[in-house]
């Protein structure tokens, strides 16, 4: 039996409750043995969920249970997330997380302790959900040096793009009409002026080259002001118009990172991604291109990525392997 | 030093030392110590390759070095190559492949040994090339029940049925063109009969539901008898052809392994996919679908995809983690 903690107990820490309950043989054999959630950390109390008793408001409950050897992070946001996930490492427990804005954050500083402890530092699920893009890039292209990763990396903002030119709708309309469908916040600054993209092409960036680049360095344009006749301008000239995140190298060396609409020919594989979909493409220097394909947001296909690296740690026992280690840009 | 003894040197055998050095630096950070290629196993000899002195045909000095850790077979066929394999296996070495007849013919038996010995038997570049399928579907959807897969696995009957479609080619026009640019062999039929693609199920099915299915037992259909008017009608009715293979199961539970020609929607991820490229699209339970696209075949990618697997070995060291089990279909 291994025993993990959930911190945060939101659409996706409800999602991995329920997609551990869902495939529940699958995981007891990829592990070789059941998982048991022993903790709930939420501020909130769940009365009607099977697991609400399992609720506790106090983090020391976690960090003093010397049985639970997973912590999983999905509160969302810097602090205290960083904070208890760093304690959690000191404390000798692994951790997962789906919170990309920590790992943009903190990531080197956390891969770094997890290091010392011997410990994993795992967050598959903070980019492209469900896709299996970071354990890709750290394993199955492990022998290739990374030339440039492209990729759609906002469900949202694609979304809206796909309207607008499937059915001729306004930025404001196809927003209006994703926000109605719960694919866009009622705030929905973090996806359609780019920023969402910006922390996540900076881990795939970190992932590629070694370095976190701090997300503000990021050249990021979103598509709040994208009008209606350049989707179907750029559809006339047999292209599309799709908000790209990418990571590569200038001429000189320095990291060139971007997010910005980019018109692509209808040959290219992320022009067909359409609506809430996400796409990496990823090209390695005897590789060629590979693309990466899925659901990019979505509370069962992120918790599918976050439990991926539960079992990844379970099954593997004391033989944790080594892991990313990553430098901070310099300032 | 980690050392690795090649057998067959052939364009991906060859294709796996340009690789080696092409990525020396990142093969060298991620394992921790570069990879030294001790023997080169072929009955040729290579008089004016860098690697030629390496050459040998007795693969006893492969077998009796104690300092080889990683026997990486690329002969092709069934024997020897099978029969090598289980020899390092039982000599302690771990074992990788790009040869997808000896998985699909003996991938219960040689996962068996290396699970006896705790050693490995990895087979990425078995199926879609540089596609990093076989490591997504054994770790990163390790948490999930997958549902089927669907996937385009033969780039060449791919080019092939892109060239009709697009440029009003008949099949034995195409396959012309494609003989010419090297994408076809002489003697086509394992290809457009469907027999490569049936054997590429095969592998993913075992992923899948860890049951081998013996490749007579697909049914299969190529593209020998397609006629251009089929492929120009589907297109007039808003689909494409493409040869899929599917792996999943029957209403009853029984195994439903398939390769034919069939019809897809344009809004298919797998339609857009042309020319000589793979793609292979996987449902899970709770993930939904992802897809992996890239070169399904070419020296340079599948190399790639056999050094990720050397790799993944020599940076586990001694912690090689437990890896797939299948069994046999009952006769």
Not at 152 to 174: D, S
């Amino acid at each position: 039996m291994a025993k993990i903690s959930i911190l945060g107990f939101g659409t996706i820490g409800q999602g991995l409750a329920e997609v551990i309950a869902q495939n529940a043989e699958v995981v007891r054999r990829q592990c070789g043995e059941p998982i048991e959630i022993a903790h709930v950390l939420d501020l909130r109390e769940f009365p009607d969920h099977p697991l609400g008793g399992l609720v506790t408001h106090d983090f020391n409950d976690v960090l003093n249970d010397p049985e639970v050897s997973v912590v999983v992070e999905m509160m969302g946001g810097s602090h205290p997330a960083y904070d208890f996930s760093l304690a959690a490492l000191k404390a000798g427990k692994n951790v997962v997380t789906s919170n990309k804005e920590v790992v943009a954050n903190f990531g080197p500083e956390l891969l770094a302790e997890a290091k010392k402890k011997g410990l994993r530092y795992l967050f598959e699920a903070s980019v492209g959900g469900g896709i299996p893009i970071i354990r890709a890039m750290t394993s199955s292209l492990a022998g290739n040096e990374i030339v440039e990763v492209n990729g759609i990396l906002n469900g949202t903002t694609n979304y809206i793009l796909t309207e607008m030119k499937e059915k001729g709708r306004t930025m404001q309309e196809a927003l209006a009409t994703a926000q109605e469908l719960g694919y866009a916040e009622r705030d929905p600054s973090a996806d359609i002026d780019g920023l969402d993209a910006a922390r996540k092409i900076c881990i795939l960036n970190a992932l590629a080259f070694g370095v976190m680049i701090p997300v503000d360095r990021v050249d990021v344009t979103g598509i709040r002001d994208m009008s209606l006749d350049e989707i179907l301008d750029a559809e006339k000239s047999g292209q599309t118009v799709k908000l790209i995140a990418h990571a590569g190298k200038k001429a000189d060396g320095s990291p060139d990172l971007w997010v910005r609409p980019t018109r692509l020919d209808k040959s290219s594989p992320l022009a067909s991604v359409s609506g809430v979909f996400n796409a990496i493409l990823v090209r390695g220097r005897s590789l060629g291109d590979v693309m990466f394909y899925g659901a990019g947001a979505g509370s069962l296909p992120t918790a599918s990525a976050v439990l991926a690296d539960v079992i990844d740690i379970v099954r593997c026992g004391d033989k944790q392997p080594a892991q990313q280690q990553w430098r901070r840009a310099d300032a």
